[in-house]
């Protein structure tokens, strides 16, 4: 089941998936200030390592929840929005992917490089959970299926008026359709054609009409067959031949 939505519904829960990502990024920020990593080696001075006491970190930190806010801004002025759907995907991934560096960052380089004793601390894994809920949510972003986010995907754009104007017909081509029989408007006739123009041709048989003795024509458009032809076609279609005419012919 595919609901239809507005691009305005669509926006709005776009808008609502910026605000949750944008939760999560301050939520990761918050994790900065947790004491996540002890230094067992000196006792009297229990340092804590933060997060932001690597210059590195905090950027990774720093520029990842301002990549996703930037991909809910640069959202903003997209009209399409299977764009603003990719935007919005990659930027929340490449956001989260940064926010996940800073901490293996700070345990993997930064503190071997500074050759101290410790164990981590809990704070550690908020730290690390707040960019995997962040690449979550980028993938369900980035799949066509999800929920209401599917309706981006599968969005029907909403009917468009077609400009008012004056019906012309269109001239009917012969076409299988007259062999099936298109019946429409009031009965014809053959009768007799008084007279035939010199060179007036056969629509059927491509011949000229040469003599007004041999020829019909139908009583509702007056169009002149061969009389030979145009009892053939009446016979096996049961319409007048004139393909603008095409009105039910009985013999
Ligand atoms: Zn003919
Ligand atoms: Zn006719």
């Given at each position: 089941m595919m609901e239809e939505i507005t691009p305005?519904e669509a926006?709005?829960r776009l808008?609502?998936?910026?605000?949750?990502?944008?939760?999560?990024?301050?939520?990761?920020?918050?994790?900065?200030?947790?004491?996540?990593?002890?230094?067992?080696?000196?006792?009297?001075?229990?340092?804590?390592?933060?997060?932001?006491?690597?210059?590195?970190?905090?950027?990774?930190?720093?520029?990842?929840?301002?990549?996703?806010?930037?991909?809910?801004?640069?959202?903003?002025?997209?009209?399409s929005l299977n764009k603003v759907r990719l935007?919005?995907?990659?930027?929340?991934?490449?956001?989260?992917?940064?926010?996940?560096?800073?901490?293996?960052?700070?345990?993997?380089?930064?503190?071997?490089?500074?050759?101290?004793?410790?164990?981590?601390?809990?704070?550690?894994?908020?730290?690390?959970?707040?960019?995997?809920?962040?690449?979550?949510?980028?993938?369900l972003i980035a799949k066509p299926g999800f929920s209401g986010e599917a309706s981006y995907g599968g969005y029907v754009a909403p009917a468009?008026?077609?400009?008012?104007?004056?019906?012309?017909?269109?001239?009917?081509?012969?076409?299988?359709?007259?062999?099936?029989?298109?019946?429409?408007?009031?009965?014809?006739?053959?009768?007799?054609?008084?007279?035939?123009?010199?060179?007036?041709?056969?629509?059927?048989?491509?011949?000229?009409?040469?003599?007004?003795?041999?020829?019909?024509?139908?009583?509702?458009?007056?169009?002149?067959?061969?009389?030979?032809?145009?009892?053939?076609?009446?016979?096996?279609?049961?319409?007048?031949?004139?393909?603008?005419?095409?009105?039910?012919?009985?013999?």
């Amino acid at each position: 089941m595919m609901e239809e939505i507005t691009p305005e519904e669509a926006l709005a829960r776009l808008f609502r998936l910026g605000i949750i990502v944008s939760l999560i990024s301050v939520l990761h920020m918050l994790t900065l200030l947790l004491p996540w990593y002890v230094i067992d080696s000196s006792p009297f001075l229990r340092s804590y390592f933060l997060g932001y006491l690597s210059t590195e970190s905090l950027i990774f930190s720093v520029a990842g929840g301002v990549m996703a806010g930037l991909g809910l801004l640069v959202s903003t002025f997209v009209s399409s929005l299977n764009k603003v759907r990719l935007i919005m995907a990659v930027m929340t991934f490449v956001g989260a992917a940064l926010m996940l560096i800073s901490p293996f960052y700070l345990l993997m380089v930064k503190i071997p490089a500074l050759a101290v004793q410790g164990k981590l601390e809990w704070g550690f894994f908020p730290s690390v959970i707040t960019p995997i809920a962040m690449l979550a949510i980028g993938f369900l972003i980035a799949k066509p299926g999800f929920s209401g986010e599917a309706s981006y995907g599968g969005y029907v754009a909403p009917a468009v008026t077609p400009p008012v104007r004056a019906y012309t017909p269109r001239p009917a081509q012969f076409s299988p359709s007259v062999s099936e029989g298109v019946v429409r408007g009031a009965a014809a006739s053959l009768v007799p054609a008084d007279e035939v123009e010199p060179g007036t041709i056969c629509s059927i048989c491509y011949y000229e009409i040469e003599d007004a003795d041999t020829a019909v024509k139908c009583s509702s458009c007056s169009m002149v067959f061969h009389r030979d032809c145009a009892e053939s076609w009446v016979n096996l279609n049961g319409v007048c031949p004139n393909p603008n005419c095409q009105r039910p012919v009985t013999l």
